[in-house]
């Protein structure tokens, strides 16, 4: 617990610096924590210094975890591939989607997003680096999804969600996330109402926050090194 609340103090400062040297109003990026290979337990530690919005990326084991830690009020965002036959789940268990890139998975989370239920808070990935193994969607597949999902009822969506490649230095991360926020400069242009910018992780949030992330989403300058990836 310690050594969580040490590392989450540098981490607040790291982002506060950086909303102001890139002049973002403070508090403007939110911050999503990422406990995919942690346990409940550093989750419920984590909570109890006050972060309330944790991402998962893999179903069985968010499932195990929101069952163990179903007495506190966490917002739980998913942000690994969403797979057809766990839209149902998904769309009851989460808050959020992350990593929203098929049109079909969307018809299937509007479809069960229960009614008693805000609407489903989206995000669509992009594939910003044009990496053939990463998931999202670019060009007019982006433009097309967005203006469909945006039409369905049950779902929200507030906007992009991109993990870049690895770059070897801060201009090249910030390339990667200047292309994300004019992506989604012209969805707002075509009439979309977006509001979320969901990027930068714990090596690359600066220049995130810098091109205008509001919400990073961080793992490992959390919770420390991850035992398996
Ligand atoms: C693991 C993961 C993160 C967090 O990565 P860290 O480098 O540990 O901060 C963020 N986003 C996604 C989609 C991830 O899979």
Request: glycine content about 6%; overall charge positive; charged content about 20%.
């Amino acid at each position: 617990m310690e050594i969580i609340e040490q590392r989450l103090r540098i981490l607040r400062a790291r982002i506060n610096e950086a909303e102001c040297n890139f002049g973002r109003p403070p508090g403007s990026v939110r911050l999503l924590a990422v406990s995919k290979a942690q346990p409940g337990t550093a989750i419920a530690a984590a909570f109890a210094l006050g972060l309330n919005a944790f991402g998962e990326n893999y179903f069985q084991e968010a499932l195990a975890k929101q069952q163990e830690l179903t007495h506190l009020p966490i917002e739980w965002h998913f942000i690994g591939k969403v797979q057809r036959n766990k839209t149902k789940t998904i769309a009851r268990n989460f808050a959020w989607v992350h990593s929203l890139d098929r049109l079909d998975i969307a018809e299937k989370l509007n479809e069960y997003r229960p009614l008693v239920e805000v609407p489903l808070q989206v995000c669509i990935q992009v594939n910003v680096s044009g990496e053939e193994s990463k998931s999202g969607v670019t060009g007019q597949t982006l433009f097309d999804l967005a203006h469909a999902v945006a039409k369905f009822p049950r779902l929200r969506l507030r906007g992009l969600m991109a993990i870049p490649a690895k770059a070897d230095n801060f201009e090249q991360q910030r390339a990667a996330f200047q292309r994300v926020r004019e992506m989604q400069q012209q969805l707002i242009a075509q009439g979309l109402t977006l509001d979320t910018l969901s990027m930068g992780m714990s090596s690359d949030l600066v220049a995130a926050i810098a091109e205008g992330a509001t919400m990073v989403r961080v793992g490992t300058d959390i919770f420390g090194p991850r035992a398996q990836v």
